[in-house]
């Protein structure tokens, strides 16, 4: 009796675990349901936001490979705009969130409820960006042309150690004009001074 006693016990703590680990089962599967409904939702509303920029994104310029533009998988979607910034739903499932990654952490740059809202804010962000590059292209263009006028400026002026020779060679020059007109101008006042000499001289003669 008693050997029988202890198979009944044991039979029923196996039957006690074998039923826990099948509620464990439900309850992981309920969860990973409910996790599977959150992220298609999220995805859901993802998409129709990225719907309605289709025409925002279809405007960038063909040239500019910044922008990403696409919905990506994963537990948490995200719609992604460029590398630091993307679209996610917060987690009442409604709400759509613009962030940005910065230096100094993410930041929110829109948040509402409305997709519109959000949109909008998008697509001036997307603006802000095509502006951006199109300054950085036209500044670039700026000093090549401002490098070309150096150039030329340089290449009509001549070179340094030309003009250091030719500035040499004019105060040598002057100098000499100078020591002439000395030499001169002490030659004449030696004939005023010795004038009488050089006449009596002269009569002796």
Known sequence: MKDAGENITQIDQSRKLSDAIR???NAFADRDDVVVDMREAHRMRLDLLAAELASVFADVPTDMDSFDFAVSSGLQPRLWIDAVSHVAMGRD????????????????LAESTDMKVVADQVTRYVAERVVERQRMMEGGI????????RALVAEAEPPLHVAARSNGWSAFFS?????AAGALVGLAISLVLFWDRIVAMKISF
Do not use: C, M, W
Request: positive net charge.
């Open 23 to 25: 509620d464990v089962k």
């Open 93 to 108: 499932r409604r709400t759509y969130r613009f962030l940005k990654d910065t230096r100094i952490g993410r930041v929110v």
């Open 142 to 149: 700026e000093q090549a042309v401002a490098g070309l006028k």
């Open 175 to 179: 100098g000499l004009g100078l020591i």
